[in-house]
């Protein structure tokens, strides 16, 4: 595994604690960084910036932007993933760029899989700093090992009703989700600056959020989500599969979720 993506070292801290954090430019090489965060750049520049407000984004970007659907598919990008998860095969589910303006109020506390129509663990969301990110600015915050607690059921991702002055408290939410039992498996917040480049990786059961921006600069991060390629679809109504023709109980088998390892 001398050239492989991650370590073995690396493998075993994303199982046991739910969480590891990657030197995305070295496994991507700088060439792809560097399309990336010009292309990130570009779309952040031509998007709507409503008066007001403190996020501004887009989905589903590699669908149109031919660098972000690049760092996407990227074959060691996906072996990568394939590693972490522990699976045969790898697809995407799907990519996100975001832009949290100071006093943006946090993304709620919550897991990624319950909210997908999805039907087994093995789900891997890599977040990108295109710039250093800081606590003061809201940086992501996870509760390592509450992916071994098991699924929590579908949580708001953006609540609407947060805000500067009713922010998002990652920590006492996370353990205001916990019995006293559950005290005994997770470990300590995490909660540290991410550098620029660097990929913040975890599992899509663990309990993760991220605080208010209270700095005076701007939080740029771009994710990737990748599931097991046999993975079937429940059937649950999604924005993403709605309309796609897929079959309950069946395989992903779409050209949407390419398999990329």
């Not at 589910?93 to 919550?110: I, K, N, R």
């Not at 550098?195 to 921006?213: K, M, P, R, T, Y």
């Not at 309950?248 to 390892?261: G, I, N, Q, T, W």
Request: hydrophobic residues 40%; glycine residues 8%; contains cysteine.
């Amino acid at each position: 595994m001398a050239d492989a993506p991650v370590s073995a070292e690396q493998i075993r801290t994303f199982r046991t604690q739910g969480v590891v954090t990657v030197d995305f430019v070295k496994v991507i090489g700088s060439q792809l960084w560097e399309g990336l965060r010009r292309a990130c750049a570009e779309l952040e520049r031509t998007m709507a910036h409503p008066e007001g407000a403190t996020r501004i984004g887009g989905g589903d970007l590699r669908l149109k932007v031919a660098e972000i659907d690049a760092v996407a598919r990227c074959p060691r990008v996906g072996e990568m993933v394939r590693l972490l998860a522990g699976a045969e095969h790898m697809r995407i589910w799907l990519d996100a760029y975001e832009a949290l303006y100071p006093g943006f109020p946090g993304t709620s506390v919550h897991q990624d899989l319950p909210n997908y129509p999805l039907d087994r663990r093995g789900l891997v969301t890599v977040i990108v700093a295109l710039e250093d990110v800081t606590p003061e600015m809201g940086v992501n915050q996870f509760l390592p090992r509450s992916h071994r607690l098991g699924p929590f059921g579908c949580r708001t991702v953006y609540d609407s009703a947060r805000s500067r002055q009713d922010p998002v408290r990652p920590r006492e939410e996370f353990m205001a989700l916990l019995r006293e039992d559950d005290r005994e498996i997770v470990g300590d917040v995490i909660c540290r600056t991410q550098q620029a480049g660097e990929a913040v990786i975890h599992d899509g059961l663990i309990f993760h959020a991220s605080g208010l921006n209270a700095s005076d600069r701007v939080y740029r991060r771009v994710s990737f989500v990748y599931f097991p390629a046999d993975s079937v679809y429940t059937g649950v109504p999604y924005f993403i599969t709605d309309g796609l023709g897929l079959t309950p109980f069946k395989p992903l088998d779409h050209e949407r979720f390419p398999v990329v390892a």
